[in-house]
């Protein structure tokens, strides 16, 4: 079982294979932002990989349509879509949290 990292809270919880990055850290706590609680249409969940995006399933469909093809400039996927590829190492994303939920 691999981990994940949550920034900017630095929490830490191993993620099963399989799981998303989503369930993951709404286990740990985290507050990912959502409406759809995990459905891939509020497009709320974003994240950006920070660390080990080779840990992670590919881009699908419902992703593209909420973030468009610019993965590989902007970093960003839908948490509740990304999950820990079988095998796979640690990541470390950062919460794309709105302003209202930021720290001053
Ligand atoms: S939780 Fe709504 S798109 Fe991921």
Not at 15 to 24: K, M, N, R, T
Not at 68 to 95: H, M, P, W
Request: proline letters at 5%; one cysteine or more; hydrophobic letters at 40%.
């Amino acid at each position: 079982m691999a981990s994940v990292t949550f920034q900017p809270f630095g929490t830490t919880v191993a993620i099963a294979d399989g799981e998303s990055l989503f369930d993951a850290g709404r286990r740990a706590g985290v507050p990912i932002p959502t409406a759809c609680v995990g459905k891939a249409t509020c497009g709320l969940c974003r994240v950006k990989i920070l660390v080990g995006e080779a840990a992670l399933t590919p881009m699908n469909s419902d992703e593209k349509r909420h973030l468009g093809n610019t993965y590989f400039i902007s970093k960003l996927r839908l948490s509740c879509q990304a999950r820990a590829a079988v095998g796979a190492g640690d990541a470390t994303i950062e919460v794309a949290l709105p302003d209202a939920m930021r720290r001053k």
